[in-house]
């Protein structure tokens, strides 16, 4: 019997790219380095991860909003956050070959690749830079976001006013970032365009620490509720050393990639630091009246930030699995089924009519209310792979027999066992089935 063997980037990298999840960007140009195109089963994965978390987030909550902010944004924003100054990483650059690396990574003291010299370190600042408008100088640079969440901070007073929230409360956004990080690589987790899904969550000043502790257990749970196995997660409160300036607490949750642990999420108690600073620089009111206590105040923030293709990387590493099947080995990923791109795959056993046209009335009226696919080429044995690969929860398989007893067979991903329903049950069965 083959062997089954271990998750590793390798076999993701190249399900990715078989199956249409992920290719790199501009590949007929040979590529351009950090950057990922989301492929037909891609878009869906992503779109179920954003969807998932924008749902337990925003939709099933009274006390955070949603929020879409442009991603360019008045440069004096950056200055406020900090990020023109400080946004950097130590650069380092070979003599000899002249490749750079971030100092703060390395672990030798001379250049990986040749053995050469380096350079000292100098500080690289990660934001993209370029010109709003036709004219090209240093009076119209305008940088492309590192981070959504500025957009949160000076729209506070905007969301605040207009929805009159009391606190606590939050805003979430999900878009794109961009880092020019000095170093890349692991596929989709270090890319220098990305997404993040990120809420600021505005509470009473004396109130952080308890809210701070609730946002961890929320955002760790909220992985393993959608399928990833505890196991694989694991909370890392950071040090007081390690912390920026203005943060009082921080802690990641860390998934076990193959290469290792990395960071999923950070979720920061970042004080009154952000809303402060936007004060000063614009010179406008950020501050929030308490109607109870008839004090005005600068309310501290909990932000959880986390990152949306290091998410999609994570499902899909811990999904993946390699399982004996018969004689064989299938390819598998036991995705939940909220996550899975496909919830449903129709597979009539044979193309010919009148077995094709109930097949298609089925896949019709299934579609309606799930993502699902059609196919009718090859074995079913050979369609059931295809749809396990992907992570398809629930294959549908119609018959010869299905046109005399008016049922099909449902056939489930994880333990492959099949059952009879009526066509005119169908629709229920699915539904209990993707429940979980
Ligand atoms: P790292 O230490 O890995 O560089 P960070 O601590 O700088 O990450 P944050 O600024 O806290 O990251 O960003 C929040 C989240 O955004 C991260 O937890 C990660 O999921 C995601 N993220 C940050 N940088 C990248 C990147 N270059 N590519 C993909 N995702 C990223």
Request: contains cysteine.
């Amino acid at each position: 019997m083959a062997e089954a063997g271990k998750v590793t980037m390798e076999k993701i990298v190249s399900l990715c790219q078989r199956r249409g999840f992920i290719f790199q960007s501009s590949e007929i140009y040979g590529g351009l380095s950090a950057c990922w195109d989301y492929g037909p089963l891609g878009i869906e994965l992503k779109r179920n991860v954003k969807e998932a978390w924008w749902r337990a987030n925003v939709q099933q909550r009274d006390d955070v909003v949603g929020l879409d902010t442009s991603i360019l944004m008045h440069p004096d924003v950056w200055i406020a956050s900090g990020h023109v100054k400080a946004f950097a990483d130590p650069l380092v650059e070979c003599k000899v070959c002249n490749l750079r690396y971030r100092a703060d990574e390395l672990t030798s003291k001379v250049c990986t690749s040749c053995g050469g010299e380096l350079t000292e370190p100098q500080m690289f600042n990660l934001m993209f830079k370029t010109h709003s408008g036709p004219i090209e100088s240093e009076d119209n640079v305008v940088y492309m976001r590192p981070e959504t969440a500025q957009g949160m901070f000076v729209n506070f007073a905007n969301v605040q006013n207009t929805t009159r929230k009391k606190l606590p409360f939050g805003i979430a956004q999900i878009g794109k970032s961009f880092r020019n990080e000095i170093t890349t690589g692991n596929f989709i987790f270090r890319c220098r365009e990305f997404e993040q899904m990120e809420i600021e969550f505005f509470v009473k000043p004396g109130t952080d620490e308890q809210w701070f502790e609730y946002w961890v257990n929320q955002r760790f749970n909220w992985y393993i509720n959608h399928g990833i196995k505890k196991e694989s997660l694991k909370l890392r409160p950071h040090d007081k050393e390690e912390l920026a300036h203005y943060a009082k607490m921080c802690s990641d949750v860390n998934f076990l990639f193959p290469m290792g642990w990395g960071e999923l999420e950070g979720i920061a108690d970042r004080g009154s630091f952000d809303l402060t600073q936007h004060m000063e620089h614009s010179g406008k009111s950020l501050t929030y009246f308490d109607e109870e206590t008839k004090q005005t105040f600068v309310p501290w923030v909990i932000e959880p930030s986390a990152g949306v293709d290091r998410s999609v990387l994570a499902f899909l590493c811990d999904a993946y699995a390699e399982e004996p099947d018969k004689d064989e080995i299938r390819t598998v990923l036991h995705l939940h089924p909220a996550i899975a791109p496909v919830k449903v795959a129709v597979l009539p056993l044979s193309k010919k009519e009148p077995l094709a046209e109930l097949s298609r009335k089925i896949y019709a009226d299934l579609r309606l209310n799930w993502a699902c696919q059609y196919d009718d080429a090859q074995s079913i044995g050979r369609r059931y792979r295809r749809q396990d690969e992907i992570g398809t929860p629930l294959c549908v398989t119609i018959d010869f027999q299905s046109l005399e007893d008016k049922q099909v067979t449902i056939r489930e991903r994880d333990s492959m066992a099949q059952i009879r329903v009526g066509i005119s049950e169908l629709a229920d069965a699915i539904k209990d089935k993707l429940k979980r």
